[in-house]
């Protein structure tokens, strides 16, 4: 089965500009991650989404972050405008429903570098 | 506040030998603990996890130990090959992992010597 696609792979904008990111889940996951991985740092959760809608955005920066998940599959995730700490990689990850923590499944990410 | 920790950056082995990665947690809350392997330019991939009521779960080379008196977990890899030079996360979660909401560490990078 093929895995989470992220698009685009790299990215590199000047502060202040906005960016988008894309994800396409594995075909059946109802649970959707997106993970924000600064260097020399662990990912850390940005938001979650259970079909369509979100499960927990407590740690999305929502003056500048946004993210949507229409139709429930498909994903896009939008920094507006971006600020030097943006600079990350950001995953994708999804999950099965009814399935435990461990079967996320990330995507290889969009590194993102902020001038 | 950094719920869960990797005091050790990096780590280097040689091949054959064990390879032992540290984690430390400080909430009580979480019951279920889990290692990621990530390799560069790709996303991480789960390796092995344990449970709060099991102080130790094998699987193959892979064994995770957990103190929860300590709030210590550490992943042992024996014997130590090439490809398993990569950088390790430790990750936690809470309710069994049921919440589905993962806290990781600093991650720590280890390189295996031929």
């Known amino acids: 089965e093929a895995g989470v696609a992220q698009s685009p792979r790299y990215k590199i904008i000047e502060k202040r500009q906005s960016v988008a990111f894309w994800c396409n889940p594995i075909?059946?996951?109802?649970?959707l991650y997106w993970y924000q991985q600064i260097l020399g740092q662990g990912p850390k959760l940005l938001i979650q989404f259970q079909n369509n809608g979100v499960v927990d955005d407590s740690q999305l920066p929502k003056d500048r972050f946004s993210a949507e998940r229409l139709k429930g599959v498909d994903s896009t995730l939008k920094i507006q405008p971006a600020k030097l700490e943006d600079s990350a990689v950001y995953l994708c990850?999804?999950?099965?429903?009814?399935?435990?923590?461990?079967?996320?499944?990330f995507g290889p990410g969009t590194r993102l570098l902020v001038l | 506040d950094q719920q869960v920790k990797q005091n050790s950056p990096s780590l280097s082995v040689q091949e054959g030998r064990i390879s032992i990665l540290n984690c430390d947690y400080t909430?009580?809350?979480?019951?279920?603990f889990l290692w990621y392997k990530k390799y560069p330019a790709e996303g991480p991939t789960f390796l092995i996890s344990i449970s709060s009521i099991k102080d130790k779960n094998e699987d193959g080379r892979f064994t995770v130990f957990l103190n929860k008196s300590a709030k210590h977990l550490s992943l042992h890899i024996v014997p130590s090959q090439p490809g398993d030079s990569a950088v390790y996360f430790c990750a936690a979660s809470g309710h069994g992992g049921a919440t589905n909401k993962l806290i990781f560490g600093t991650g720590t990078l280890l390189a295996v010597q031929p």
């Open positions: 075909s059946g996951h109802a649970t």
């Open positions: 909430n009580s809350m979480f019951d279920y």
């Open positions: 990850a999804s999950r099965k429903e009814g399935r435990g923590v461990e079967t996320q499944y």
